[in-house]
């Protein structure tokens, strides 16, 4: 395929296979440190999704008679940085942006994709079946973000109870402290007296 031939969507198909390797890999890394189950099974849920489209288009660029050009990628640099911290899963997939990718049906950042009239049959199936997974993907990580602000409001409301108890407590113990030193002097000037 000569230049002029070059397919002008060869740059997006770049883009998704070098961005979706990069997801796979910070994922995967991700769920081998959570310690709650249900966010490691989303995590590896979405990594395989990732993974397996970075391949896929890498495969189509292939086809297309190109080779997959890597970027410095520091977005995937920062993402490894992220998910090896000692920060919560919440706070990892807040640093992430990750329960932002679903846009609840607002438009999104795949909308414009087909606009390229020009995308052949073979790579315009392979879009569509990309964007529905990540949009899919994009719910799963929403609602596994819901789960975990919960449990955190939870932990939050849980501590301030506790905390609430023991302030209470302590009241109780200096009202008694107060009844306590009133017996004892009444009964000092008490025996003074006598
Ligand atoms: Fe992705």
Request: glycine fraction near 6%; charge should be negative.
């Amino acid at each position: 395929m000569s230049d002029t031939e070059k397919p002008r969507y060869l740059g997006l198909l770049n883009t998704i296979a070098v961005a979706e390797a990069a997801a796979h890999a910070y994922l995967t890394e991700w769920a081998e440190v959570t310690d709650d189950p249900e966010v490691r099974r989303v995590l590896l849920t979405v990594a395989a999704r990732e993974g397996e489209h970075g391949m896929s288009f890498a495969r189509r660029i292939n086809e297309l008679g190109y080779e997959v050009r890597e970027k410095d990628f520091s977005a995937a640099r920062k993402a490894l940085e992220i998910v090896r911290s000692d920060r919560s899963d919440l706070d990892k997939m807040e640093a992430l942006e990750l329960h932002k990718l679903d846009t609840r049906g607002a438009p999104d950042l795949f909308d414009d994709i087909f606009k390229d009239h020009s995308i052949d049959i073979r790579t315009g199936e392979l879009l569509g079946r990309y964007i529905a997974e990540e949009r899919d993907s994009a719910r799963l990580l929403r609602s596994c973000h819901e789960c975990l602000r919960a449990a955190r409001n939870g932990d939050d409301r849980a501590r301030s109870d506790r905390l609430a108890g023991i302030e209470a407590k302590v009241d109780a113990l200096g009202r008694s402290v107060d009844e306590l030193r009133q017996i004892v002097c009444g009964a000092s000037v008490g025996t003074n007296s006598s």
